[in-house]
T-cell receptor
Framework: EAGVTQFPSHSVIEKGQTVTLRCDPI?????LYWYRRVMGKEIKFLLH????????ESGMPNNRFLAERTGGTYSTLKVQPAELEDSGVYFC????????????FGPGTRLTVT | GNSVTQMEGPVTLSEEAFLTINCTYT??????LFWYVQYPGEGLQLLLK?????DKGSNKGFEATYRKETTSFHLEKGSVQVSDSAVYFC?????????????FGSGTQLTVLP
């Protein structure tokens, strides 16, 4: 069974540009989460999808971040325009059970904004 | 709000040494507790978990006991190997309505030398 995949693995962009990160969850997992780790600090929750619906987006830092999950399969996280403080590693995770904390994580996308 | 405080790294040990990584938490209610591990170039993997007080999670020689009285979930291993070199994250899961987000500590980089 394929795990959670993320694309790209690395992205280097200039301040003001746009970047779109993609996450493919494990097949059949309705729950999809985005997290990020900034500057080697703690990993912080961004948002949670159940199928195509946003269940909880309380961790989204501001309106420069837009997450979508059309069709309830893969998800994208767009940052527009990117700022220096957006640099970090963005993790995606998925889970099958609706109330489960046992989440399966992807390898992350390392975003560097210069 | 919920928070996790984790022993700062990096930690460097010789092979076969004893490992302890401290983790304490703040949460309302009765959270579930987790240790995740990230090996170089890979995503986070669930290492072990405990869902109620006095539970002991164990896996691959690692152990952690859920101590409600001290709000702790310290990770231990009796004899580390070079292959244990990774970043270790303590996390808690505490439901808030329908939310199922995880709250992470800042991570501890472990290097085991032969």
């Amino acid at each position: 069974e394929a795990g959670v995949t993320q694309f790209p693995s690395h992205s280097v962009i200039e301040k003001g540009q746009t970047v779109t990160l993609r996450c493919d969850p494990i097949s059949g997992h309705d729950n999809l989460y985005w997290y990020r780790r900034v500057m080697g600090k703690e990993i912080k929750f961004l948002l949670h999808f159940v199928k195509e619906s946003k269940q909880d987006e309380s961790g989204m830092p501001n309106n420069r971040f837009l997450a979508e999950r059309t069709g309830g399969t893969y998800s994208t996280l767009k940052v527009q325009p990117a700022e220096l403080e957006d640099s970090g590693v963005y993790f995606c995770a998925s889970s099958q059970e609706p109330g489960s904390y046992e989440q399966y994580f992807g390898p992350g996308t390392r975003l560097t904004v210069t | 709000g919920n928070s996790v405080t984790q022993m700062e790294g990096p930690v460097t040990l010789s092979e076969e040494a004893f490992l302890t990584i401290n983790c304490t938490y703040t949460a309302t209610g009765y959270p579930s507790l987790f240790w995740y591990v990230q090996y170089p170039g890979e995503g986070l993997q669930l290492l072990l978990k405990a869902t109620k007080a006095d539970d002991k999670g164990s896996n691959k020689g690692f152990e952690a006991t859920y101590r409600k009285e001290t709000t702790s979930f310290h990770l231990e291993k009796g004899s580390v190997q070079v292959s244990d070199s990774a970043v270790y994250f303590c996390a808690l899961g505490a439901s808030s309505g329908s939310a199922r987000q995880l709250t992470f500590g800042s991570g501890t980089q472990l290097t085991v030398l032969p």
